[in-house]
């Protein structure tokens, strides 16, 4: 199980500073992140940034959490949209939902204690494809 | 009173693993409700309910519960509609509720620091499913 390094591991009821969650790399299957430990965060930012496009890929980020076997994983939110254009796109995940910013969505969900970001590629891999990346910062 | 399993323990303070709140069995005519839970500083949960293959025709119902003083079980949230057909379904239990990601329900409650879930059966006895509640508890 993969965990936040330590340099940047979560103090006792802090808010972080962004931490990689995803690095960056060209992306032509779906693909889960490392699981991370969330101990005293209700949500947190979310920032997936994509490159230039070569063909038309698309992206659909999800954010899935553990059963109690600790072996199954499900989703408890996936994005709206796709994202199919180069930018640096985020997303607000907390109780209630934070919609006040400019961003990309709004997710009104309490993060749990284990937690993956997982990554929905769509299109034909020798074509389409581009650099992706994610980052989170938690938000107590 | 039983304690959660040292695995399981709901920390001061801390988001808790997932944690199995109603075992497996094979619910048969009658309403089950499991052991009591101890929730120091959570706000909330979500229930993971998981209904396996149903012989005839058997619905459950969800249920929370909160122990009081005297050692009885208070009903404070229970499903709005029956389970009636095998499936995993995501309830979320939480103050002022989460509805992003699409739970099955999204109930505006608060979890108590001593908790109980259940299910509530209709049916027969020729009418029964696996029945399991897991729960993850959220600060």
């Not at chain 1, 997936?48 to 600790?70: E, F, I, K």
């Not at chain 2, 505006?108 to 879930?117: A, C, I, S, T, W």
């Amino acid at each position: 199980m993969g965990v936040i390094p330590r340099s940047v591991q979560m103090r006792w009821n802090e808010n972080t500073v962004s931490f990689p969650v995803y690095p960056a790399k060209v992306l032509t299957v779906d693909e889960g992140s490392d699981i991370f430990v969330n101990p005293t965060a209700r949500g947190m930012l979310l920032i997936v940034t994509l490159g230039t496009l070569t063909g038309t890929p698309t992206y659909r980020p999800s954010l899935r959490t553990y059963r109690a076997d600790l072996a199954t994983l499900f989703a408890l939110w996936t994005a709206a949209a796709v994202l199919n254009s180069a930018g640096t796109f985020f997303y607000t995940i907390y109780p209630g939902g934070i919609p006040g910013g400019v961003e990309t969505e709004s997710v009104d969900i309490a993060l749990p204690r284990l937690w993956q970001v997982y990554l929905d590629y769509t299109g034909t891999p020798v074509s389409d494809y581009c650099s992706v990346s994610a980052e989170a910062a938690y938000l107590i | 009173m039983p304690n959660l399993p040292q695995n399981a323990m709901l920390r001061f303070g801390e988001n808790a693993n997932p944690i199995i709140l109603l075992p497996f069995e094979d619910e048969t005519a009658v309403d089950r409700i499991g052991m009591v839970f101890i929730n120091p500083t959570g706000h909330g949960l979500y229930l993971m309910v998981i209904i396996g293959t149903l012989t005839n025709t058997p619905t459950f119902r969800p249920q929370l519960y909160m122990r009081q003083a005297g050692g009885s079980n208070l009903l404070i949230w229970q499903a709005a509609a029956v389970l009636s057909a095998a499936g995993t379904y995501r309830y979320a239990l939480y103050p002022g509720g989460l509805a992003g990601g699409s739970p099955q329900e999204n109930a505006n409650v608060m979890v108590p620091r001593e908790f109980l879930v259940g299910i509530d059966y209709t049916g027969t006895a020729a009418d029964h499913a696996d029945t399991t509640i897991e729960g993850i508890p959220l600060l």
